[in-house]
């Protein structure tokens, strides 16, 4: 098991970070989700040994995370949300002393700096001071730092913090690669759901310090109700007062569609609805099967909180 957490507890002062916390994570590319304050950064933290549980257990690879930090943080690179870069340096020298602190040799260090700044998209800009650096470039190095100790276990807080849509997209491809090309375990940390969903195949989502949803995101979203968009010409109050008649509940949409969602277990044949609208005297010009987002099992989930 990649990561083990058991009823663990995180207060600081009377208020709880993480809320007697419970979850196994056994690798891949990880999404750990929710709002600003929702615990994820002092999960993340704990796991590194930075913060000490108030109750409970956690361990990773097997090894507790206070007893054993150090050699967890061994097999672990991790990337902060906060800027932790050293301005006078530029990338070279700050990624082959990340490697320096890591137990590898200068030499070994250095080559290995090399090949993880080209790695993340760092090319002559790694000879420069990193106090001139966008904020996009920064982000490259945090992963590099992360990287060039060659790591099991990857954590990334916030990756995406401060890039352009472009440079968003890289990042999350590069999270791709390393989690499918290179073999390496990745929770990725985000308050943003496109982000989580793009990069990751599993996701766990905190509120409040609490747990609201753990799986696979594919399998999440087939769990979620059948819903159809569907574009009404004619009386739609009659054709929806017709709808109540049967197990699915309807929404008015900013764009006057109108959203059907099923209460049933069975499927619904399209089909139905055109009957229905030959019945209530209506015109159905747009019927479509809506594909449901990580959003969606999201929003859901923090209404049944």
């Given at each position: ?12 002062g ?10 196994e ?18 999960l ?24 054993n930090?150090?050699?967890i ?17 530029n ?17 070994d260090?250095?080559?290995?700096a ?53 440079g ?6 590069l999270?791709?690669?390393?989690a499918?090309d ?14 989580v ?6 996701v ?40 109540e ?16 969602t099923?209460?049933?277990?069975e ?5 139905f ?33």
């Open positions: 098991m990649l990561i083990e957490v058991n009823n663990l507890s995180v207060f600081f009377t208020n709880p970070a993480l809320d007697d916390l419970s979850v994570l056994e690798g891949g590319a990880i999404g750990l989700l929710g709002p600003n304050g929702a615990g994820k950064s002092t993340i933290k704990m796991l590194l040994g930075f913060i000490r549980p108030s109750r409970g257990a956690a361990k990773v690879f097997g090894l507790d995370v206070q007893v930090p150090l050699d943080r061994q097999k672990v690179g991790y990337m902060p949300e906060d800027d932790c870069l050293i301005p006078q340096m990338a070279v020298q700050l990624v082959a002393y990340a490697g320096e602190l890591c137990g590898m040799s200068s030499r260090a250095m080559q290995r090399h090949e993880v700044l080209y790695y993340v998209g760092v090319d002559e800009e790694r000879y420069r001071p990193i106090s001139g650096y966008s904020a996009g470039m920064r982000q490259r190095v945090k992963l590099a730092q992360a990287l060039v100790h060659d790591p099991k276990l990857l954590l990334l807080d916030e990756p995406t913090n401060g890039m352009d849509t472009t968003r997209e890289e990042m999350l491809l999270v791709q690669d390393i499918v290179k073999g390496i375990d990745v929770v990725l940390s985000s308050h943003l759901l496109p982000d969903e793009s990069a990751c195949q599993h766990m989502a905190l509120s409040h310090g609490s747990l609201v949803i753990q799986g696979n995101i594919d399998e999440l979203r087939k769990n979620q109700s059948q819903a159809f968009d569907l574009k009404i010409v004619g009386d739609r109050d009659v054709y929806v007062n017709a709808l008649k049967y197990p699915y509940d309807t929404e008015l949409r900013p764009d006057g569609h109108v959203r059907v099923s209460k049933a277990t499927q619904t044949e399209g089909s609805f055109f009957k229905l609208a030959h019945e209530t005297g209506v015109q159905l010009r747009q019927l479509r099967e809506v594909k449901h987002s990580l959003e969606d099992v999201f929003a859901d989930a923090m209404e049944l909180e």
